[in-house]
Each structure stands twice: as C-alpha cells, then as structure tokens.
C-alpha cells in the first residue's frame, strides 16, 4: 500500500540545524506556526511510511529498534505485540526487535497493563540491546567528603524558587515536548538558547546540542570546563521530553519533568550568577527522549563509557515538584550508587534544615538507569515516597497549577544540587 506524508517529513534535517544555528527561520518559539504553510505545500509519498498527524516529525516506520525488556512484563502482556520478535534473554530480561511503528501500541499496552509507559529500554542497536543481558560493569569506589561550607552557603543564598517556577512554567507551556513533536523539537531550542543567554561572558561555557539520528529532539549539553582536574566530570542532568501517549496528546509535563529541567536550570543559573569556576568539569544535560525508553541518556552514557570520560558523579533530577509524602526528599535505592547516595543523605543534612529518605523504584525507572548501566555513579533524588508521587504524569493534567502554582518542592533540589556540585567538582 501506498502510504502519504505531509510535506513535513522532508525538513526533519532543517528543524534540526536550525536548533544549532541562530537561524530562526522557523521560528516556533515566536508563536510563527508554520504547520499550515506546511499543510498547503501538499503531500509527498513515502514508501514505508506511515499515516502522522501535522505535529509529529515522524521516523521511516519501517526502521529496527530493539527493545530491553522484564521478562515477567513481556510474558504477562501475553499478546501479539512481542510474540515473533525475541532475538535474545536471559532470567530476567528479554530482547525484542520491532519497527518503529510497533513501538507506541507497545507503550499503550504497558501503560494499560502495569502503568508504565513504557516501562522498557529502547535501543538503536542490537548490540546495544544485547549489553542489557549482562550485568552493568560497577562503578569505581570512591570516597566522598564534605568541606567546602563556605562556598555552598554563598552558593545557596542564590537559590531562587520564583526562578525555578519561571522555568517550570515557561516549558509546560508547550502542548507537549514530545520526543518527535514539532513542540519537542522547539521547547529542546528553548532551552539551548536559554543556557547560552545564562552562560554569557564566560569564555570557560560551552553550550553543544547533541543530536540523535534516530529522532529531531536533541539533547543540550552545557559544559563548564574545569580549572584544575579538566578531565574528570561530573554530571547533572534531567530530561526534557514529556509524553501523553503521542505527539498530537497534550502533555504539560510541568512536574514530569519540567522540574527536573528548572532545577539543572537554576543550578547553572546560581553558577553563573556568582562566578563560581569549579576545580572539575561541570556537565549538565538536558536529555532528549527518556520517555521513550531511555533514549538520549542511554546514548550519551554509553558514548561517554566508550570514551573513556572519567565520570565522578551522575546526579539525575525527574519529579521534583510534587510534595507526596512527609520527608522531602527520597533517595531510590534501585540502579543507583549506594555510596554516593549516602553521600547526598549527609549533603542534605548538612546543609538544609530538609528531611530525606530512601524508597525503591523497581525498575530503570529514570536516565540514571542509563548512567548506573554504563559503570557510573548515578543517583536519583526524588519528590515522594514510590506510589505516593505525583497522580497526573502523563496526562494533560500534569500542570504547575495542580502544584499550587509555586516551585516550593523544587527549591530544595535545587539546593541539593548545588551543594552536590560544589563538594564534588572541588
Ligand atoms: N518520571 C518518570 C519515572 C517515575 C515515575 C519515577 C513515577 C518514579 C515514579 C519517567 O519519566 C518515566 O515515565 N519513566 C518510564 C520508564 C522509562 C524506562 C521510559 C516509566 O516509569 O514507565
Ligand atoms: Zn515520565
């Protein structure tokens, strides 16, 4: 059958050089909607392709993915969504390969089964695929210590929740960051663009998107280079896409995870505001399609490893907002570093008057998943205990309103996260 695409299928390779550039000749962000021009420009046919609605910059359907999934899941779905597909398992993992097309009736199914959505890891290669069979090599021993008390009280007396709720609100103002939509491509240039204007005047930040073959969303990279250890790094990232099951679907994502991206956010806002240079080097990511399997983390993770990069710490920032449960803040205890957590346990003891505790996820549940699988220190500090977290992700009910309109929960990862920056890059 001869499938028809808008004409729109032909520019993903414009919309993504037009983040890199300055060009703003498709200027989303302006309020410019271009889709009707694009409407009018007819139809082109592409064999493969499948039917998308005006928003979705969507892949060549008959693309291979491979997908890292629980065995139990997969058994339990007991339908025809992954029957003829297994390339590969082991006890608790199995290997599927699907198309393209496959993946969001599978995603719908999980949703509808165990409410994750989608509750697998998505791989763009079967090597890739297949690493999730054996088991994360362990991150190196490290020891970790707290003496830099000068410096982090400055550094928190800078903290600002109104500009943590500006961020917030800003980004869930797109009808969704969807990792293929027209809105998840702009909010990904929303945010580039906004790291540059903050790091202006320093010559030691670099902002880079990182682009990913495989969809339009870049990840956004903006590194602060280290004074005196360059070469060792330490990572603070959050992921920016939002979903509700597809890119037409509204999906404020204002605490999944809009912010997780505030908090990275005012971090680099804090270093930036009282020129602070670290001894390490800084990176803070803005990862594109976590949604959907992990995709932009596992990626840059992995690139990281095969480089060599000698990550010190992964910090990973999702659901910062909601205030679930009586402590503040909860470390998952799953896929992350043990030493590491205990080491922000002390952080928040130290330097907030904040309560914290420990609670498990289950599963990879988040992109420190993708850091602790690629033999890094990764944690995950989050707003509730598991299963008294925020109700309304991914639906379009996931507003800063629903949150009481203010980025109070968020001001104390905010703080967090700072303190850990500054104790680690020492
Ligand atoms: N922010 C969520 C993860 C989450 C949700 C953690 C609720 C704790 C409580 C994240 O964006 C997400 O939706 N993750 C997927 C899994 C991932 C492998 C795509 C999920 O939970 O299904
Ligand atoms: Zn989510």
Known sequence: ??????????????????????????????????????????????????????????????????????????GALGDELLKRALVGQNDSISIYELKVSGLDPLAAAMQRRFHMSPGFFTHDSLASALEDLSQPPPAAARAFSIDQGEKVAAML????????????????????????????????????????????????????????SAYPQESVILTVRGTIEPDKVVVVGAHQDSTAGGSDKPAPGADDNASGIAVVNEV???????????AQTLKFMAFAAEEVG?????????????????????????????????????????????????????LVSTYTGYNWAATRCGYGCSDHASWTKNGFAASFPFEAKMGEDNPNIHTAKDTLAQMGGRATHSFKFAKLAVAYIVEMAK
Do not use: C
């Not at 800078?158 to 103002?173: C, F, G, W």
């Open 294 to 346: 992990l995709r932009g983390s596992q990626e840059i993770a992995a690139g990281f490893k095969k480089e060599g990069v000698a990550v010190q710490g992964m910090l990973n920032l999702d659901m910062t907002n909601y205030k679930g449960s009586a402590e503040d803040i909860f470390f998952i205890s799953d896929n992350t570093n043990a030493p590491q957590n205990a080491f922000l346990g002390k």
């Open 1 to 74: 059958m001869r499938r028809f695409l808008p004409f729109f299928f032909a520019i993903p390779v414009f919309l993504i050089t037009a983040q890199s550039t300055a060009s703003s000749l498709l200027d989303f962000d302006q309020g410019v909607d271009v889709r009707p021009v694009i409407r009018q420009a007819g139809e082109i046919a592409v064999p493969g392709g499948d039917a998308v609605s005006p928003e979705t910059i969507p892949a060549n359907a008959d693309d291979t993915v491979w997908i890292s999934i629980s065995r139990n899941d997969a």
């Open 157 to 212: 007396k800078l903290v600002n929740e109104d500009a943590v709720t500006a961020i917030i609100s800003r980004l869930s103002e797109y009808k969704n960051r969807y990792y293929r939509s027209v809105t998840g491509v702009a909010s990904s240039k929303w945010i580039y663009d906004h790291w540059k204007e903050l790091s202006a005047g320093r010559s030691d930040i670099t902002v880079t998107a990182f682009p990913h």
């Open 268 to 278: 680099i806002r804090v270093v930036a505001a009282s020129g602070y240079k670290p």
